[in-house]
């Protein structure tokens, strides 16, 4: 055979090693079609020496990989781009959100040659099998896709409708373990001594303007069942011995009754979980509801809080019925109940002037602490706003006229400090000030000083009554200036940010 293929998921964090739901998926939709080789950078020491092994055979044909923003672009474009000039008969396919939302750098690369424009399950194997059949005027009838034509103009396809996610195929877990040890995914965390990471659904149903999934799914959200959801934990329970999950869906509790569902089955598997939600959305479940979360092991829910200010929520296009006061609500009912929320939030919004800009920070630094007063236990995530190309929105029109522009060339996200815009630590925005950074930025070590994170649970005992003392004057008073002493206790405890790096693991 000359069309195997290789799907590649490029390095995403050091030391992270979940497993890669979004190859499996890609893997799932030809798996007994095609013959596919996994290739994990998170595992592979070299992953180049792998991918180039398997095209010295002559075997393959078609190199695809999965293109997160940030850390994944360090492999994703070299490799690539190698691939081509070193065996140029091959034809090159990304996905995921970076190759979706800036398709025209990527499609414009000259190593690039297709984009899957979202989910795969039909376009993948529908352009596999077009091309291995040279019928190539059949591409346009292909959804979700995006390609050059032979006139180098950019074509893009008709999205999709989401499909039931109960009537798609297993993912390849025996396939992927032939490839790499399932048991290596499964980390010890502060969730548990064997942590699964599952996808439940896909999408989102609201549309914030600053957010990466709205372009993709355009408002749209499908799931799993809860008894799909339950049947996939069990196994891998049962087979691996797993006792904590991470959800990964962009919003597992749009659907409450989903959620009780899933709750009542799995309450006495002592099983510990996470999953991302909306606080507008889950604020509405019974306080029973929430209860029995807790029970069933539910431990900690990441919510966007974005901003404790109702007309930035506004700006941010946020929808629902989110605002400040209920966000300190939320907190509140959630304390006694157990359930730690992970409140994110986003500095650096656009203003009309730099005052204005300093007057939103220091609101959301204030609003922060007025939450850790409120409920000690919640954790604290802070992002510098980082614009994300949503064409056609008001805020995209916004941050345009306010002179930010993205990387023409595709090689240019390759410099570091785009990387850390796509981790949302570098904002590279005109209207965010040195000095407003650094304000910024010094409160985060701070507060992560005085509240170091409870996912990182080697921060405790007497480390974490040393970093609690030496940031409380800081923390107290707001003097946030040179907080080096914080720094270099993080550097020596190697401290881990969540939103940098995932839980910390071993």
Avoid at 163 to 179: E, G, I, R
Avoid at 354 to 371: A, G, L, R, S
Wanted: aromatic share 14%; hydrophobic share 35%; net charge neutral.
């Amino acid at each position: 055979m000359k069309n195997k293929i290789i799907i590649f998921n490029p390095r995403s964090a050091n030391a992270k090693h979940r497993i890669p739901n979004s190859i499996l998926q890609v893997g799932a939709s030809i798996y007994g079609q095609f013959d596919f080789a996994f290739v994990d950078g998170n595992l592979e020491k070299d992953p180049w020496r792998k991918i180039s092994s398997y095209f010295k055979t002559g075997e393959y044909k078609y190199f695809c990989s999965t293109v997160m923003p940030g850390p994944q672009l360090r492999q994703a474009i070299p490799f690539t781009k190698k691939i081509k000039e070193e065996f140029p008969g091959t034809i090159t396919i990304w996905g995921g959100y970076f190759a979706s939302n800036q398709y025209k750098v990527s499609i414009e690369a000259p190593y690039v040659d297709y984009i899957v424009n979202g989910p795969g399950d039909v376009t993948f194997p529908e352009l596999l099998k077009t091309l291995e059949s040279n019928k190539l005027e059949a591409l346009p009838n292909i959804m979700n896709l995006i390609y050059q034509d032979k006139d180098g103009v950019i074509m893009r396809t008709k999205k999709e409708k989401l499909l039931d996610q109960d009537t798609l195929p297993q993912l390849p877990y025996t396939h992927l373990n032939s490839f790499y040890n399932l048991e290596s995914y499964l980390s010890k965390t502060f969730l548990g001594q064997k942590t699964f990471s599952y996808h439940s659904s896909l999408g989102c149903p609201f549309t914030c303007s600053f957010c990466a999934v709205v372009p993709i799914y355009e408002g749209r959200w499908k799931a799993k069942s809860a008894q799909t959801v339950y049947n996939d934990v069990k196994y891998f329970k049962d087979n691996y011995g797993i006792d904590a999950i991470e959800f990964h869906d962009n919003n597992f509790f749009t659907s409450r009754k989903r959620v009780v569902e899933f709750s009542e089955l799995i309450k006495d598997d002592d099983i510990t979980w996470w999953g991302e939600g909306r606080i507008d959305t889950i604020n509405k479940y019974s306080d029973e509801d929430l209860e029995l979360m807790k029970d069933a092991g539910c431990k900690m829910i990441f919510l966007g809080a974005e901003t404790g200010n109702d007309e930035i929520l506004k700006q941010m296009n946020k929808g629902g019925t989110q605002t400040g006061q209920g966000i300190k609500d939320f907190a509140a009912r959630l304390y006694p109940i157990g359930i730690i929320p992970e409140f994110s939030f986003v500095l650096g919004m656009p203003a009309d002037t730099p005052e204005q800009v300093m007057k939103q920070i220091e609101w959301d630094i204030n609003f922060i602490k007025e939450i850790k007063e409120i409920n000690p236990d919640a954790e604290i995530i802070i992002y510098l706003y980082s614009p994300v190309a949503t064409e056609g929105s008001e805020l995209y029109e916004q941050i345009q006229k306010a002179g930010f522009s993205f990387p023409k060339q595709l090689d240019d996200w390759l410099d570091p400090a785009w990387e850390n815009f796509d981790l949302r630590k570098n904002p590279l925005t005109p209207w965010l000030t040195p000095k407003m950074v650094d304000r910024i930025m010094n409160f985060e070590t701070v507060l992560n000083g005085y509240y170091p994170t409870a996912s990182d649970f080697r921060i405790k005992g007497f480390k974490k009554k040393v970093l609690r003392s030496i940031s409380r004057l800081r923390y107290k008073t707001g003097i946030y200036k040179y907080p080096y002493e914080i720094k270099v206790l993080h550097k020596i405890w190697k401290y881990r940010q969540p939103e940098i790096q995932g839980f910390y693991s071993e």
